[in-house]
């Protein structure tokens, strides 16, 4: 592990939390009434870990989108009013309270962008700096596997796909770069969502991408092949739990 390198990995969704180091893993299942936050200080008391995070958060609490390119180049404060303006208008999405995010594009390319609440993420913020523990990196599941993966996703064309309970998050990629976004509660099937979900958005971007899909999935399970009738292909099949979304 590299001197830079957090020494804690922390993963987040509604149901469950996990906490990670080079050592050992936990998980624990958040309790009817409870919430992640409570359960996550629980974790980290009982394991008495202290020093730097990773957090990991589902798509249930990071929002993502895909926007298109501004029009001109913007500073930061000006993309920021941009972004907020754009899913105003287009989503009917008041960013009033929230944290935005995004990733720096070059001019003309879609903008990757997500947003957390910005009184949770206050609220979580507390709860480490009282367990001894320093968040260095905060950021949406997407992020964190489209790294980890760069090396599939930047041959050609690839799609990854991400499932947790209730909502599966789907992105396209081109060169590495990403071409194509969804996010989406899960109806009925898992694997059946996640094939109207590729059609729907190879038939808006005008593509018949055959593609293999990379899947990660927490707490989902599916006959993803056969129900799916795609190229479902799971990088890491036998991790379980929120292992792989760290």
């Known amino acids: 592990m590299s001197l830079l ?13 996990a906490v990670g180091t080079s050592r050992l893993y936990r998980e624990a299942r958040v309790e009817e009434g409870s919430d992640a936050l409570y359960t996550l200080a629980e974790l980290l008391g009982s394991l ?17 989108w895909l926007l298109p390119a501004p029009p001109v180049r913007l500073k930061t404060d000006e993309m920021k009013g ?12 008041a960013t009033d309270g929230w944290q935005l995010a995004w990733q720096p594009a070059p001019p003309g390319q879609p903008v990757f962008a997500g947003a957390i609440d910005v009184g949770w993420l206050a609220a979580m913020n507390q709860v480490l700096k009282d367990k001894g523990v320093k968040p260095v990196a905060v950021e949406p599941w997407l992020v964190t596997v489209s790294h980890r993966l760069r090396n599939k996703l930047g041959k050609g064309a ?10 599966i998050t789907l992105a396209r990629f081109e060169g590495g770069a990403f071409r194509g976004l969804r996010s989406s509660r899960i109806v009925d099937d898992p694997a ?28 989902v399970q599916a006959n993803w092949r056969d129900k799916s009738g795609l190229d479902v292909r799971q990088p890491n099949p036998m991790q379980s739990g929120l292992a792989s979304m760290m």
Do not use: C
């Open 158 to 167: 690839a799609w990854l796909a991400l499932a947790e309970p209730g909502r």
């Open 82 to 93: 941009w972004i907020s303006a754009y899913l105003a208008r287009h989503f009917g999405i």
């Open 5 to 17: 390198s957090p020494d804690i990995r922390i993963a987040l969704t509604p149901e469950w939390v």
């Open 48 to 64: 008495k870990l202290k020093g730097r995070a990773r957090v990991v958060l589902s798509h249930e609490m990071a929002r993502v």
């Open 192 to 219: 059946e969502t996640l094939a109207a979900m590729v059609g729907r958005e190879s038939l808006l971007a005008n593509i018949d991408d055959h593609s293999p899909i990379m899947l990660e999935a927490v707490q």
